[in-house]
């Protein structure tokens, strides 16, 4: 049995959800309720040792995936105005649970939780990441799962061979060849889904069907005029596992509330 189990929430994916199912979205004070009652049954259900909210610095550009694609996300919504407006409300209401931020600053929030997630599973130890982002199940280990809270279900290898026909460890192969429309992400004009989950089928990755001769003549021609973007897009849709975090796991106890007075009076320093 590990000793450890880091839960790490995808704060911003969590929020957005919540606040886009309230019927006042200016009543942020009922968004921190429905937060809180989420979380809460989150801790329930999860029993962590470790948690820590991770939020996009809202004031960042797209980062480094806009700089390799220019569209990257272009026409993403802004975020809600008064959702803006109570994001500090929001953290200091975890806060008050046990739960502390780490916000991006320059990162785009998906990498500082991958980072954070691989460095901690390849220690052997649990780490369960709630989000319902399937971008995080190239991620996938033995002692590293994705919770998605809002359908009670678990991203898991079956799930991914259900949902896209290809290994966790392909995924982002996949998105290079399909695209994310969502995000911009063109991939290779004229493949699809059918198509990519074929390629990947017969070939480990992108590089590998590009050298075959065994590619079949219908995928050759648009690999021949495509491979670059393809190879752009896979490097979008991978998430990166080395940046630097600035903080240790036993900065990231959980301590619930009410065993942790002490804590609150003493400890100010936020992990950021």
Known sequence: MS???????????????VHSAQPDPADIPRT????QRTLNRILMESQPTHIIAVFDHHLQDRGWRAELLPEYKQNRKPMPEPLLQGLDSIQEAWWQMGIDSLLSDGDEADDLVATL????????????IVSTDKGYCQ?????LQIRDYFQHRWLDGPF????????????????????I???????IAGIGPKAAKEILNQFEDI??????????????????????????????????TDIELGFNL???????????????????????
């Open 250 to 272: 036993q900065d990231i106890r959980y301590v619930p509330p009410e065993t942790s007075a002490e804590k609150y009076s003493t400890d100010t320093a936020r992990v950021r």
């Open 160 to 179: 991914i061979e259900k949902e896209f026909g290809v290994k966790p460890s392909q995924l982002a192969d996949y998105w290079g060849l399909t695209g």
């Open 3 to 17: 000793a450890i189990h880091l839960v790490i929430i995808d704060a911003l994916n969590l929020i957005r959800r």
């Open 207 to 240: 590089e590998q069907a590009n050298a075959s001769k065994e590619l079949v003549t219908k995928y050759r021609k648009k690999f021949d005029e495509h491979i670059e973007m393809a190879r752009i897009c896979k490097q979008v849709a991978s998430l990166k």
């Open 181 to 187: 429309s969502s995000s911009q992400v063109p991939g």
């Open 139 to 143: 991620l996938l280990s033995p002692t």
């Open 32 to 35: 921190i309720e429905t937060t």
């Open 117 to 128: 997630a691989v460095k901690v599973a390849s220690h052997g130890e649990k780490v369960t």
